[in-house]
Antibody
Framework: EVQLVESGGGLVQPGGSLRLSCAASGFTFSSYAMIWVRQTPGRGLEWVSGVSASGDTTYYADSVKGRFTISRDNSKNTLHLQMNSLRAEDTAIYYC????????????????WGQGTLVTVSS | QSALTQPASVSGSPGQSITISCTVTSSDVAGYNYVSWYQQHPGKAPKLMIFDVSNRPSGVSDRFSGSKSGNTASLTISGLQAEDEADYYCSSYISSTTVFGGGTKLTVL
């Protein structure tokens, strides 16, 4: 059974940093691109960042480019999202998701989602 | 900038069929062939229901079906059941990015 378990969310002040992690199991992690998607009541679902199966290619939404860094450790089946210079508009539930197809670009469809971790940016 | 437009809400009675539309507002509709649909119950993560316009992942009921005509994709749920009440989101890879629709709240009367 595929499992994706996020951690690392919490309350942070504007301008601060946070590192999210996602522990994956139940599939060959190194064969699939992985993605972070966030959700807010006001802006709905938003694709944030993706990384290729090997980890050598990364993708970012314009809204986070230059502030967020996605990475993965295929030896530990773990995905990370380093978030710097956080803003109030980054407040959201962040989901770790898995690409449906092997060796595909990280742009969907997303066939498995974690339970999400809440990030709140506020002073 | 591409956007996917969905109705805010739809409703239907048990046993009926409903259709949720998703219209792409972009001149770049050539890539609008990779449409997915997600179901989300309150407090839960989204669940993939349809991919590549009309394909169902293993385990998804055949009461769910997808189609596309021009720049509008549709999700149809037949034989509505109480557990179908949820939010539904369309998504597509357009102009080198992934976009989501604003979501449609389905109420089963």
């Amino acid at each position: 059974e595929v499992q994706l378990v996020e951690s690392g969310g919490g309350l942070v002040q504007p301008g601060g940093s946070l590192r999210l992690s996602c522990a994956a199991s139940g599939f060959t992690f190194s064969s699939y691109a992985m993605i972070w998607v966030r959700q807010t009541p006001g802006r709905g679902l938003e694709w944030v960042s993706g990384v290729s199966a090997s980890g050598d290619t990364t993708y970012y939404a314009d809204s986070v480019k230059g502030r967020f860094t996605i990475s993965r450790d295929n030896s530990k089946n773990t995905l990370h999202l380093q978030m710097n210079s956080l803003r109030a508009e980054d407040t959201a539930i962040y989901y770790c998701t898995k690409e449906l197809w092997q060796q595909h670009i990280p742009h969907g469809p997303f066939d498995h989602w974690g339970q999400g971790t809440l990030v709140t940016v506020s002073s | 900038q591409s956007a996917l437009t969905q109705p805010a809400s739809v409703s239907g009675s048990p046993g009926q069929s409903i259709t949720i539309s998703c219209t792409v507002t972009s001149s770049d509709v050539a890539g609008y062939n990779y449409v997915s649909w997600y179901q989300q119950h309150p407090g839960k993560a989204p669940k993939l229901m349809i991919f590549d316009v009309s394909n169902r992942p293993s385990g998804v009921s055949d009461r769910f079906s997808g189609s596309k005509s021009g720049n509008t994709a549709s999700l149809t749920i037949s034989g509505l059941q109480a557990e179908d009440e949820a939010d539904y989101y369309c998504s597509s890879y357009i102009s080198s990015t992934t976009v989501f629709g604003g979501g449609t709240k389905l109420t089963v009367l």
